[in-house]
Structure formats: C-alpha cells, structure tokens
C-alpha cells in the first residue's frame, strides 16, 4: 500500500470517530521537545479537529489528554510521569482516554515502565504511526480496548494530514525526517528513523497555502536542513523534478520567490553540510533571516571527535568566518552541551573561546544527559553531575555576559520586526521580533499586529529589547512605503 492509501484509510476513520462522537469532545495536548514534534502536534490536533474534538487546557475537564514526548533529554522522562501520576485520579473519576505519542514511544525501558506502572494509559502510538491516530482512536472507542501501535522502521513521508496551526502568523513546514548523522550522545537517529525527505511541489504547494492564507513568516524544519534531498541524489532515490529545486539551498531561492511570505527561517542546520551554495542563498534571498542556527555542541577537537559531529573547532571558526564574510548583518546562535564523557577543564576551555570569539545572538545551553542506546552512554570517562553543572553554570555566566554585549549594538538602530501582537505581561503594549528574531515590546496600535513595521531601539532588557515608532514607518506585503 502506499502512503497515499494509508491516508485515505485514514480519513475513513476520521469520518467513523466523528460519528461515534456525536457531539464535541474536549482535547488537551501537551508537547514536549523541539519544534518538529510542535509541528507533529499540529498534525495531530488537525485530526483531531476533523473528528469533532475541541481543544482546551484544563486537563480535568478534558475527555482525552494526548502527550506528545521527547526524549533528547532525561527530564522530559521525569516531567511525563509527573503527569501520569496527576492524571490517574482524573482517569478514575472521569474515565478520561489517556494517549502518549511521539519520540519517547519508540525507546522500548520507557513503554515498558508505563505498562507496568501506568497501566491505565489507553493508547501507545510512535514516531512512524502518528498518522494512524484516527484509525487507533476508533478502536478504543469502538472495541473498548487498549493499543499499542508502534513500529521501528526507517520511516516514511506522509502527506495530506490536516493541521491546525498555534498561529496565524508564523507557520512550521517540516522538510524532510530522520536523522542519519548519529552523534554519538543523541538519541533522535534511533527514534526518527532515517533521513527523507519531502517532495519539493509538496512543499511549495504548503508554503504557497500557507502564504494566501495570510501567514508572514514560515520556519522550514528538519534533524539535518541542509542535508534536504542528499540521501535521495546520493542513492539516486528518484524525486519529482520541480522548479529545479535538488537540494536546500534550490529550495531556499523557490521559497523566496513566493508572495506574501515575508520571512523565511531554518532550523537546524549541521555545520559539515553547510556547503557554500547555501551560504550564497542565504545570502542572496532577502526574505531568509540572516540569522543562522548553527550548532557548535562542544569546542574541543577531541570531543567533536568522540562525539562523531565530523568537523574540528577550527573548520567550525573558519565556517564562521566565511559566513560572516559573505552574508551582510548575519547573526549566529547555537547549541551546546557541557558534561561530554571524557571532557577535561581543557576541553572545556575550548567550548569557552569558541563563545567568545563568535559572539553570538543566542546559546541553548545543555547538561549532556545519558541516553540508553546511544554510544555515549556506553563511554567509561563519564562527568560527574556536580562537575557537569560548575561547567554548566561557568558557561551561562559567560553567555549572559556575551549576550549582554551584543545587545548595546541594537542601541539607537532601526529594525524591521514582523509584529506578533500584544504582549503577554502586558496589554498595552506590543510584540515582535527582529531579523535575528529578538523580542521587540513597543507601544502600538492593535492593527499593526501581523504587519512588518520599523522600529527604533530605545533600550535592551538582556531578553528583550524596548523599541519606539518613530516615524510611522510600516511596510506591509501590499504596500511597502520606507
Ligand atoms: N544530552 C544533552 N543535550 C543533548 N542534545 C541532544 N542530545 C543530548 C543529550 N544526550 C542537545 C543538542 C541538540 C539539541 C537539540 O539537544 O545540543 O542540538
Ligand atoms: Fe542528533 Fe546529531 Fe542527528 Fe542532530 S545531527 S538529530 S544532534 S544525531
């Protein structure tokens, strides 16, 4: 059967549970992890949606609570079991229909565990089976049964799966899945299965939809961006030729071309991919944000050996570098992880001047966190946890330091934010991100919300920056007045 077939499978379900649902049903979802299983979410609340269920936040009143977990880390673990605990009680009194989904699912200690200590979870489902909801909820519904619904495969490319977006301003477009780069700390290999990628007239058909339908900005998501279509050129996988696009940066200059969109991001990208026809798209195409998240992980040589990333602190500096020179205004941010079995204070060192000689706009900070499977759980030289977070906390010093640095430069600068809408502690007040996407609070009117609009910065918050209008200078999608 292909993909296709198994959607319309599907759909039939989702018109079955909508009967069996004769009036609405109350949802609650919680995601954890990146914005990939943010955007599986999507997926999920759109079936849901078209089965008559309605989304609310309140678990109690909910008749289905849904997880959507992740397991890069340990304390996704410990914060899904928090709930489960809560939940059991709630089950009790209300009967409510409890199903966990997503990375976490494919990791066997983990369903294990939940079986025997939380047995009265109706519905295991994973990563390659997500679309298979419907067909899942039916059954419990129907047949009154438990289900357990997960496979491990390489994966494949589902489409035609309805969605329903957070927001109606900025959209995620997942590109391609799977990971097959297997770092050695990292899980995400093993539970997403290998790289694939989505068909380019998929993906221009999506962000065309998505650019009628009013959205500004859209964020293209994947393990590995800048490897999108290498596995299929690599092993002649054929793919539908269309508008040229055969790699990241041909559909970087597709997606730039196509109204309405204003701003175009990525996330992530790996630095050994990052070849220099993607640095001249970046470059060249003025609706992609010249911020560019590119993952450092570690400074030493020696650990970005152990740690299988395939460059040295030196090829990253250098690529730095080039970046700098040829893109105008960029911007860096990047992930890093302190803890690294067989890290030395040396080692850790070269993490530090790696922060101090790139500068950048932002830096998500990780303990390194065993993951069962992985090569490095398997390391003898591990750190212990008192000294992982001294490292932790030196490194976070650091950054706020850097951090606060770089926000002088914005001081007294005009900058184009795309304005998001009122801001949360405040309703008087606005929000909207700059370019290297910082929060911009400023005072406004409500109909700026969803247009781009040049604001001057008045000051820096280290979290955020204060911004003015100083001469009324909005440019929108119909009318660009500067
Ligand atoms: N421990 C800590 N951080 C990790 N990451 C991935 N695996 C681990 C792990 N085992 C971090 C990496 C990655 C980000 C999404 O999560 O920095 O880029
Ligand atoms: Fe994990 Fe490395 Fe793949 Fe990123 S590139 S998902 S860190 S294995």
């Known amino acids: 059967m292909d993909t296709k077939q198994e959607i319309d499978i599907q759909k039939e379900f989702m018109k079955k549970v909508k009967e069996l649902n004769n009036k609405i049903q109350k949802y609650a979802i919680f ?21 008559n269920y309605e989304k609310i936040e309140d678990i109690k009143n909910a008749d289905l609570v849904i997880f959507n977990t992740c397991c890069v880390r340990e304390n996704a673990e410990d914060r899904l079991f928090g709930k489960l605990g809560e939940l059991k009680k709630i089950k009790e009194e209300k009967g409510t229909i409890i199903a966990i989904g997503g990375c976490m699912m494919q990791e066997k200690h983990i369903t294990d565990k939940i079986k025997e200590s939380y047995p ?3 519905l295991l489902f994973g990563t390659h089976t997500l679309h298979k909801l419907p067909e899942d909820l039916y059954k419990i519904l129907n047949q009154k049964q438990k289900e357990e619904d997960i496979i491990d495969i390489d994966g494949k490319v589902y489409e035609g799966l309805p969605i329903k977006r957070d927001s109606n301003l900025k959209a995620s477009v997942t590109i391609m899945n799977g990971c097959n780069n297997f770092c050695s700390y990292c899980i995400v290999p093993y539970v997403r299965g290998r790289e694939r990628s989505r068909e380019p007239k998929d993906i221009i058909k999506e962000v065309e939809n998505l650019a009628k339908s009013g959205y500004k900005e859209i964020t293209l998501l994947g393990q590995n961006v800048n490897s999108y279509l290498r ?20 559909l970087l200059q597709e997606i730039n071309k196509i109204d309405g969109i204003e701003r175009i991001r990525f996330i992530s990208p790996h630095p050994k991919d990052f ?12 609706k992609v944000c010249k911020l560019v998240h590119l993952p450092l992980q570690a400074g030493s040589t020696k650990i970005l050996k152990d740690m299988n990333r395939k460059y040295t602190k030196e090829q990253y500096l250098k690529l730095v570098e080039k970046m700098k020179e040829k893109i105008p205004n960029l911007t860096i941010s990047t992930d890093i992880i302190v803890g690294f079995p067989g890290e030395t204070e040396e080692d850790f060192e070269d993490t530090l001047d790696v922060v101090r000689k790139v500068g950048y706009e932002q830096v998500y900070m990780f303990i390194y966190s065993r993951r069962i499977g992985t090569p490095g759980d398997k390391m003898e030289n591990q750190i212990p946890e008192e000294i992982k977070h001294i490292r932790f906390d030196k490194l976070k010093k650091l950054v706020e330091n850097k951090i606060y640095e770089n926000n002088q430069k914005y001081l007294g600068t005009t900058q184009t934010i795309l304005v998001e809408g009122k801001s949360k502690n405040n309703e008087n007040t606005l929000t909207g991100r700059t370019d290297s996407n910082k929060v911009v609070i400023f005072e406004g009117d409500n109909d700026l919300i969803g247009k781009m609009l040049k604001v001057e910065i008045v000051s820096e918050h280290m979290w955020y920056l204060k911004g003015e209008i100083k001469h009324g200078r909005i440019f929108t999608n119909d009318a660009k007045i500067s």
């Open 31 to 51: 995601t954890m992890g990146c914005q990939l299983n943010e955007n599986d979410s999507e997926k999920i609340s759109g079936m849901l949606e078209e089965m």
């Open 120 to 122: 009265f979870v109706d």
């Open 231 to 250: 596995v299929e050129r690599e092993k002649n996988i054929p793919f539908e030729q269309y508008k040229g696009i055969n790699s990241f940066a041909t």
């Open 275 to 286: 070849t220099d026809d993607v640095i001249d798209a970046i470059a060249k195409c003025e």
